[in-house]
């Protein structure tokens, strides 16, 4: 897939929650991207400016727009930008990059994501693109989060999973009481992981953890793809 360098405009933001919001950016037409990809933008703050990654949330069949959804890190040099920005706000983008995707050429009819925090941007755009397409291929969810709150799209995982049967969502909190799973998300890896394809995505400590884990259990390292925010 060609990689292309645009000016981009922010056409919506909104907020998810404190420090998490989605925005929309325009693209060109011809402007192609597989599920799980992520784009790459100039983030400016004065003279100074520094290219930051992200990870595409709306799926490639909603054509014409790049939906971003971005955690604010306190002082983080693109999260303290994004503190200011506004519609029609523009960006340098580029891309789309990276191998994250959803393996369409493997056998095994069950996937596995694994996420937390944004680390389910790609999830979702993947989720988006191919339940409508896969009734007989089982899609298992594990989104983890401290708390309740943070479970960015929670709403819209339990509506996919009532439309979709051969969707289960997952989500574990660790430091709230609530009537779902407890405890870390590796926590409610299977048993059994053969014939099983699994995606880990987000920060450092999650990605690295779960690899290891799968790994210890006997995963084939071709049926684990990662994504590292950090
Ligand atoms: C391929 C790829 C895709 C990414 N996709 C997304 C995305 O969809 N949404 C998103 O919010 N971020 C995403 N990131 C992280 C993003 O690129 C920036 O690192 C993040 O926005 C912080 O940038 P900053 O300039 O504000 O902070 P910096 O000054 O660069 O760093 C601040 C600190 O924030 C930590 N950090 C980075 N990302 C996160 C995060 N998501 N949650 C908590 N802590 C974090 C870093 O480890 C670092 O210690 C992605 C990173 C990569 C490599």
Known sequence: MAIQTFTSKITKKVFLNDDVFVMTLSCPKEFTFKAGQFVTIRVKNGEES???SYSILNPPSEKGKVDLCIKIIEG???SECFKTIKEDDEYEMKGPFGHFMFDETSENKEHWL???GTGVVPMYSM???FLPQNSDIKFTMLFGSKVKKD???HEEFLELAEKYPQFTYTPSITR???DG???RVQAHLP???????FYICGLKELVVETKDILIEKGVDAKNIKFERYS
Do not use: H
């Not at 048993?191 to 394809?197: H, I, P």
């Open 114 to 116: 694994i996420s937390n």
């Open 181 to 183: 799973k407890k405890g």
């Open 50 to 52: 520094k290219m930051r």
């Open 151 to 153: 479970l960015i799209f």
């Open 127 to 129: 989720l988006k693109e």
């Open 76 to 78: 983080g040099f693109a």
């Open 176 to 178: 709230e009481e609530w």
């Open 191 to 197: 048993e059994d992981v053969k014939n099983k394809t």
